[in-house]
């Protein structure tokens, strides 16, 4: 009997300490060589990472974010007069790798070979276009997005690893409200889940909820709905989304010119992406543009992995082991989120700004 009531006080014990285990988690940022701001972030494995952004930016570290090398895209016009943007980026390992701009010219470009050369693999004409995430199920199937144009959304596939993109019939999407669009400050408005679950966050337009598309049969057909909790304007919206499954997952957004607004950042849902509510509790402490689902390290090796929630912005990061509530992680600003195989957690943002999410008292690489 006393054994037992020992036994229940050790693990009440236990799940209590491991529910605050992600608070003694710190940021280790490393030294990226660039000043430009990193919008685009992929992390492969441990070693592996790829970032873009502001300047035609693409830089890649094969060792653990110790040294990294900026990778020069060509592609462009001989005088380099562009102002070209990168927002978004993929890649499967240190060698072949994708990165879509944002504004125009509106082009995906590839890379087999580390960056040393590049290919267009999809160019749309229209000054319209203005692509937002770009994001795949497995090695061959991927989806993209841009703003509307002529009404409707582009939303580009492809079935060949990205070697050739095409549009979605337009025919068969959800009409787009005057002034909707998506926003692409981390590449994570978009969101895949296998087999063939696709969310896609908007904001924009003139007041009222922010709304979802998503597909189940993989683009084939999609629908439309509201997420109340998040407000919109031309500034405002979701701007991020992330499932722990096919049914849980979590938005994250608000105002970006208002940093440390939290009124109308976060929604919940439990379908889907049918419905979608407010955290029972708290919520991150202002404007979020990306959110990830992870299961982090701890930094105790016998106790594993925890599942949790990581939000970031300009203005500090906030993590959750639920959703429904809310803690600081750190007043450090990024703009995007990424998960390695293994479960690290990567931060990029402005100034060049990227870090590694590690036990406060662990040694650094």
Known sequence: ????????????????????????QEW???DTGTDASLRGLIVIDDQVAWACGSKGTVIR?????????????????????????????????????????????????????GGVDWVCVYEHPS????????????????????????????????????????????????SMEKGEAGFAASNSSLVLYSPGNAWIG?????????????????GRSWAVYAVPPIARNES???????FQDVRRGIAVGGNYRLDSDASSNI??????????????????????????FAKAPIGLTWWGYQAVWIACGPSGCDWSTDGET?????????????VSAQGAVWASGAQGRVAKLRPSNSPTD
């Open 267 to 292: 929604a919940i849902t439990e379908d889907g992406g049918l419905h979608w509510r407010q955290p029972n509790v708290n919520r991150p402490r202002g404007f979020r543009s990306s959110i990830v």
């Open 236 to 242: 405002s919206g979701i701007f991020s989304i992330a």
């Open 61 to 113: 570290t094969v060792d653990g974010g110790s040294t990294w090398t900026k990778h020069n895209v060509t592609g462009f016009s001989e005088t380099g007069t562009e102002v070209i943007e990168f927002r978004s980026i993929h890649a499967w390992d240190s060698q072949e790798v994708l990165v879509a701009t944002a504004g125009q010219p509106a082009r995906i470009m590839r890379s087999l070979n």
């Open 202 to 218: 908007l904001g924009g337009t003139d007041g009222g909820e922010s709304r979802v598309f998503q597909t189940q049969d993989g």
């Open 28 to 30: 280790q940022v490393v």
């Open 127 to 174: 000054p319209q276009a203005f692509l937002d995430g770009m994001r795949f199920w497995d090695k061959q199937r991927g989806l993209a997005f841009s703003d509307p144009v002529d009404g409707k959304m582009l939303i580009l596939k492809t079935d060949n690893g990205g070697g050739s993109w095409s549009p979605i019939d337009s025919q068969g999407l959800p």
């Open 1 to 24: 009997m006393v054994s037992r009531y020992y036994f229940l006080v050790f693990l009440i014990s236990f799940l209590g300490v491991t529910e605050n285990l992600f608070a003694f």
């Open 326 to 338: 809310w803690e600081s992680l750190s007043d450090i600003g990024f703009h995007a989120l990424s």
